[in-house]
Every structure is written in C-alpha cells, then in structure tokens.
C-alpha cells in the first residue's frame, strides 16, 4: 500500500518524543576557524574569543568580523577566560598562563609549572584561578601569585571561587577541598567521592561538583553531603550550569536534558536527538542552551523548547548574547591544511525586517548552478542536483527542464556546469553527453567521456568549449560540439569562461590564463571570473580575495578590504554597476560546487571599494552561485532554492508560498511532506516561507511552528484524505 511507511515513521518520531517543532530564525553571518581545540567564550561586548592548537588567539566582532589575532606560540590547555575588565586569560600546554589585553596584546605570563587542567576561572574581583599538576593557584589580575595549594596529588578540578572568601577545588586523593581565598589554607575536605571530582560549582545553597565516576553532588557550605545523585545510563558527563535559584542544568550520554532542583530531584527532562555535545549553559534570557548532534537547543524554565537551530556538523558550544543573538558553533571535520573546522555562526530568532534576498519560485531543491538566459529579460535556468529548470518570469515560477542521466539511479541527473549564449541556446553536461537548447525544449548531441565544464561564446552559440577537470583537456567546437576543431591541455583545469569577443579564459593551477596561448593574466588559486563584453573589465574571485581588471588583465587592483580572503561568486547588479554581490566561502576553491562550504554574503553599493554583510532573508549560507539578470536583479542559488535580490525599482517575485506547497511547484505531494518533517525533526532549516506554508496545523489556528501535527496533516492531503477546501 502507497500510505504504509511516512505514517509509520511519524508515529515512531511522535513515540521517542523529540522536540518537533521548529521556529523561525535565521543566521546574521558566520565565521570560520581552524583548527579549536577548545570551544569560544564570549566576552564583554558581545565579543568572542577562540583559540587554535596552533595558539592563535583571535577576537571576533558582533558583527562577524575579526578584530585582531595573537599567535600565543603554543597550544591552549584550556579555553580563554575573560575578566570583568576584559582581559583575556588563556592557559598553554607548556604550563604558562597568559593574559591578554582587549586590544590584542600580551599584558604578561608566568609558568605554573605543569600542564593546566581547564577551565580556568576569574573571580568578581579580576582574580585568576588556575590549576597545574598537584598545584592549584590563585594569581591576581597583575600577574603575581596571590596562593598556592598543594594537594599532595593532582588537582582534579581548578579552584573556583564563591566572592566570599572561599575558593573550591578537587584532587585525586582527598576529593573536595575548600580552601580561604585570602591564603589558600585548607578549611575542610569532603572525601566520600566515588571518582576523581571536577567542575566545582559555588551557588547560593551549597556547592555542586561531578566526578568521573558521573555522580553529582551538592555539598554545603561547611563540607557536609547535601545529597548526590547516581549516574543513569552514564547521564552528567557533559557539564552543568546552575540557575539563580539552585536548579541545575545538565546533561550527558543518556540523549536528555536535566532540570534538578535543589532538592535533588528531576524537574524536568527534554529528549535530545542524541547525547549531549554542547555543555548546557544558562543565558540571559532564561534559556538553557544546550548542544545535541547537529543541533543548539534553547529550553525555558518549564522545559519547552523555544530555539532549535541545525546546523553543519557537530555542535560544540551554544552561548547567547545579552540583547543580541546565538552564537552557535558547529565542527565539521577537515578544513585548511587537514585541520578541523569549526564555524560560528550567529543566529537571531524570527524573521528580518526587508531582507535583502527573497525566495523565488523554486525552493526545496539543492542548486549547483545560475546562468542568465540574455535573450529575454526575466529569464535564466538553475542547474540543481535533480534537473535543470527554467523561468521566463524573473523566478516567480520555474519549470524543469526533464533532463534524464543515462546509467544513473533513477537517471536523476546532477547539473555541475552550466552556460548560455546571447542567443539563448544553453549548454550543459548530462551523463558527459553535451545537452542544448533554449527553455524548456533540450537535445542531446556527442557523448564524451569525463567531460565535466563547457562554455559556450556569447556571440556565436556554434562555438563551445569542453573542459575535463581530471585530465585538464580542453576541446574547441565550432559546430555546437559534433567535431573538435581544437585540442589544448590545461594543467589543474577548473573553469572555462569566454569573453564577449570570443576569446576564451580558464581558471587552472597557473592561475587566470587564456586558453588558446596559455597566457597568465593573474597568478593565484581562483574560483570564477566575469568578463565584460568588450574584454577590457575582468572580476577575478578567489583565495586572494577580489580582484579588478580594467585593461583586459594587463593590470589589477584589489576591491574591498571588508571581505574575507576567498571570494567564491560575484555578481554585479545588471541595472546599476555600483552595485555588487560576493559570496565568500571556505579555503580552496573546488571543482565540485556542491561542496563549497560558504560562510557569508557580502554587498557593495560604490562599486565594490565597501562591503557589508547582506545575509538577511536566507537559511542557508552554502552560496553556490550568483547571477545577474535583466530587469530581475541578482539571483542566488544554495541548497534551500534560489533566492532574489531585486533591482531598485524592481518588484522581486511575490514573496510566500501557498499552504502546503513547501517546494514551490503549485500542489502539495509526498515531497512537500518530506520537506516539513525534515524541518520538524530539525535536519533542515526551513525558509521563513517554507515555515509559514508548513504551518497548517490546527486547522484554522496555525501556531507559528512546524511540528508533528503540520506534517500529519499535509500528509493527508498529500494522498487526498483532507479535500477542498484547503487548508
């Protein structure tokens, strides 16, 4: 029977009881580090501060910019620490404790003598607390050894002081010590521990400590057991954080957030999708952030679930500003050099107010690649990872194209490379077969093997060039692609682009060449280039940045100082040349636009000399590619559609898609479903579009969120349980 899995699968995801509902949100920019050991804190100022093995310190601006960088000269040992006054405090696996001035200089360091156990910890006064080997120290904010603790052992747990008096620490052979803050002499132990103790918490009613063994414990202020909890199916291996009134927030291997109140006992529990990845933390809005998998969660002080956000790879810290966003770190395996990963990402709830980019008609589907169709205004294809469509209407609607891969699964075929000439005839590769034609009505002409790039001439849609990436192999036609008429090879071959006269250009390990003589116009690892019709102005983006050339590459000059390293895609607005658009992205630019890993997009409105951050209206920021079209504006493609940023005085495609139909294509069918649940389960980030058509459910009384109950209900009318009217 047609109906007998996806209600199977909603009613065992209603039985596991995950939070399925997502909400509206969406990311102000992201920031990419290499390399963390350890997670960012945030600062004063909304500021963060992230450290990489290597020991560079950097200090990331509210904006998503980097203010400066230090190179500590060694690896961190613990995560920085920042004081009242801003000073930064990092701990190196050398033994040295450094501080650091808000500005980016080094104030002063002193050895401690052995490795530092994290975390280290400030005090209400500017006082240090740190811990190495049998050693525990309390160092003040000039840099001089206030104490010292030795606790015959080793220091399990770094001091922690309560701005009372009292410092709390833990070793391996007494358990739990308080100490005077004034000298550091002992005040009392408590020994009864079932593990080696670390994480001394201070609170109001007592102190809260874990060991390794996963027990929890408060203890009170004059050394004595409160209560402890036993570990259940190894539960507060995580960390903690304690509210205001004595409740702690926990978590750990079970795949559950804790409540426990000061009492010991559970207030509340929320199911995570799996175990604990992010150590919960409290936050000024009351929300208790917690990192699971793929996901930061923001749970209030009843246990609902009022932020979920997914993103890329595996979440490590979920920290909220005061007044401002969630700065959500995500690490996702190997970046530059082999080194991990790790973006930050800020992310506000809601919606933004007159974003720039607005979804078109197409959403839902993962796009590769943008072309303009130059023979009719309003008119461009996208190239996706199942077809190629087409729209004549400045995107409001699209339509495929129906292109089939031959030999594939399903013959679903994935459109990597993609262009048209001014006539409107348009190229693409299927299966290394060479596909053209104009609209939606497509042939096939010669098939060749490995052939994965072609560029057709602007001025004469007969002359096209064939590129094949592995070999570096460049065929010339001059016949639409029936006989070669020119054979070249290009070492490291990655683009192939041809200028208004005919001239060809590629994009290969020497740099911006021209093919047909291998000229060098500009050395450098590039991602695209844009060539003018006459052949004078070039814009050359890549890992070096964003480049101009008004002379037809003879020279070039550098546009925008604001923009990170490695420009993706830039576009310019075709009813006004001040304007432009950049994608940025991460380290090499690749030959497969699938896995670009954007960062941001960028919009200049003086022709490229400033930049600002213009992510506003998209959920996702994997850009993989732009295009500029006549009397529509730009058009962006990632994996959620494609979006528009329209022209001044240009009406952008109606905004909103109509209940149920999430993927744009007029009507409501298992894919729409498969869209919602994927949003609910939190696999996907939903445009704000998306999750108003997803919205569907109570009937007559939509609540603002995607849940379970919008995806029983779009099922429904999926296979035509739910008629008209609807919904």
């Not at 904010?141 to 620490?169: E, F, I, M, N």
């Not at 952030?289 to 490590?316: C, E, H, M, P, W």
Request: glycine letters at 14%.
């Amino acid at each position: 029977m047609r109906r007998t899995r996806l209600p199977l699968v909603l009613t065992c995801l209603a039985v596991v009881g995950l939070p399925l509902a997502a909400r509206a949100q969406y990311v102000l920019w992201q920031y990419p580090t290499f390399g963390t050991g350890t997670p960012a804190v945030l600062g004063s100022g909304n500021t963060l501060y992230v450290v990489s093995q290597a020991g560079l310190l950097q200090a990331i601006s509210p904006q998503g910019l980097k203010q400066w960088e230090l190179d500590l000269g060694s690896a961190p040992a613990a995560p920085p620490a920042v004081a009242p006054d801003g000073t930064i405090y990092v701990g190196l696996s050398g033994g040295t404790l450094v501080a650091v001035t808000p500005s980016g200089q080094r104030s002063w360091s002193l050895s401690l003598g052995g490795e530092i156990k994290p975390p280290i910890t400030v005090g209400p006064n500017g006082d240090v607390y740190a811990a190495a080997g049998e050693y525990a120290y309390s160092v003040s904010a000039a840099g001089q050894k206030r104490w010292t603790y030795d606790s015959l052992g080793t220091v399990t747990g770094p001091p922690a002081p309560d701005g009372a008096g009292h410092a709390y620490l833990s070793t391996d052979v007494g358990g739990f010590v308080a100490v005077s803050d004034t000298d550091g002499k002992q005040i009392w132990v408590y020994p009864n521990v079932e593990g080696n103790g670390y994480r001394p918490h201070p609170a109001q009613n007592g102190i809260y400590c874990q060991d390794d063994a996963g027990f929890l414990y408060l203890i009170s202020a004059d050394g004595n057991l409160v209560w402890q909890i036993t570990p259940d199916s190894g539960r507060w291996m995580v960390g903690f954080d304690v509210g205001p009134d004595g409740t702690v927030y926990i978590g750990g291997n079970d795949s559950k957030l804790h409540a426990v109140g000061p009492d010991g006992k559970d207030k509340w529990t929320v199911p995570l999708p799996q175990a604990v990845t992010a150590a919960p933390s409290l936050g000024p809005d009351g929300l208790v952030y917690a990192g699971a998998g793929s996901r930061i969660l923001g749970v209030d002080q009843s246990g609902n679930v009022k932020f979920d956000f997914t993103g890329s790879g595996t979440a490590s810290a979920g920290l909220k500003s005061a007044g401002g966003p969630v700065f959500a770190s995500f690490t996702r395996g190997a970046g530059t050099g082999g080194s991990n990963l790790t973006m930050i990402a800020a992310v506000a709830p809601g919606q933004p107010e007159s974003p720039t980019w607005q979804p078109s008609g197409l959403s839902g589907v993962g796009v590769l690649r943008l072309a303009a169709d130059p023979s009719k205004q309003g008119a461009a294809y996208a190239g996706t990872q199942s077809d190629l469509y087409y729209t004549s209407d400045g995107g409001r609607t699209w339509s495929p194209v129906g292109l089939r891969e031959s030999g594939s699964a399903g013959g679903v075929p994935s459109i990597q490379t993609l262009d048209v000439a001014n006539d409107g005839t348009a190229y693409t590769l299927v299966s290394n077969i060479i596909t053209f034609g104009t609209g939606t009505s497509f042939g096939q002409t010669v098939k060749l093997d490995d052939a994965d790039r072609v560029a057709v001439d602007p001025s004469n849609s007969q002359h096209i060039a064939v590129g094949y990436t592995k070999t570096g192999e460049v065929d010339i036609f001059t016949d639409g692609g029936n006989i070669v008429s020119q054979a070249l090879n290009v070492d490291g071959l990655r683009e192939l682009r041809f200028g208004g006269k005919g001239t060809l250009y590629g994009i290969a390990n020497a740099g911006l060449i021209t093919v047909l003589n291998g000229q060098v116009l500009k050395p450098g690892t590039w991602a695209s280039v844009l060539v003018s019709a006459d052949e004078q102005t070039l814009y050359l983006a890549g890992e070096p940045g964003l480049f101009v050339s008004t002379d037809g590459g003879k020279s070039w000059t550098q546009l925008g100082k604001d923009l990170p390293t490695t420009v993706y895609r830039v576009a310019i607005d075709p009813s006004n040349p001040q304007v432009m658009y950049a994608a940025t992205s991460v380290g090499t630019p690749t030959t497969d636009p699938g896995a670009v890993q954007g960062i941001n997009v960028y919009r200049s409105t003086d022709g490229g000399q400033n930049w600002s951050l213009a992510n506003d209206g998209l959920t996702d920021l994997n850009v993989r590619d732009l295009a500029a079209v006549q009397g529509v504006g730009v058009l962006l493609g990632n994996s959620q559609g494609v979006f528009v940023a329209a022209s001044s005085g240009v009406t952008p495609p109606p905004a909103g898609l109509a209940p149920g139909d999430l993927n744009g294509d007029g009507k409501v069918t298992i894919s729409d479903v498969t869209i919602a649940l994927r949003i609910a389960v939190g696999l996907m980030t939903g445009t704000p579009e998306q999750m108003k058509a997803a919205d569907v459910a109570p009937k007559g009384a939509p609540d603002g969120k995607v849940n379970i109950q919008d995806v029983t209900r779009l099922l429904r009318r999926a296979i035509g349980l739910e008629p008209d009217p609807w919904p």
